[in-house]
């Protein structure tokens, strides 16, 4: 089995940052893809950003340039620096990873979430 534990998250004012931390353990062999989404009241979950085992990274239109992923293979951990927050921005964020983990068994896991609040 494969957990997935996030940190960081909290109360910021507009403009502000916050990093979002999420470290995966268990029996794990390789970790795929790992990437960062997030659900506000009444909307859909929507991805954020998302980055390959070699680096390969994707954002959402609407946190290019405020937002940063990158990920540390050795300790298995994807963070996600947010600049810039603005209110809408304000949401419970979620860790993924595609993880192949014992047998070689490829499964999809999920973070418990973090609550990012932006307002003043």
């Known amino acids: 089995q494969v957990q997935l534990v996030e940190s960081g998250g909290g109360l910021v004012r507009p403009g502000g940052s916050l990093r979002l931390s999420c470290a995966a353990s268990?029996?794990?062999?390789?970790?795929?893809?790992m990437a960062w989404y997030r659900q506000a009241p009444g909307k859909q979950r929507e991805l954020v950003a998302s980055i390959t085992n070699a680096g390969t990274k994707n954002y959402a239109d609407s946190v290019k340039g405020r937002f940063t992923i990158f990920r540390d293979n050795a300790k298995n951990t994807v963070l996600l620096q947010m600049n810039s927050l603005r209110p809408e921005d304000t949401a419970v964020y979620y860790c993924n990873a595609g993880v192949v983990g014992a047998e070689w068994a490829f499964n999809d896991y999920w973070g418990q979430g973090t609550q990012v609040t932006v307002s003043s």
């Open positions: 268990g029996s794990i062999i390789r970790i795929d893809a």
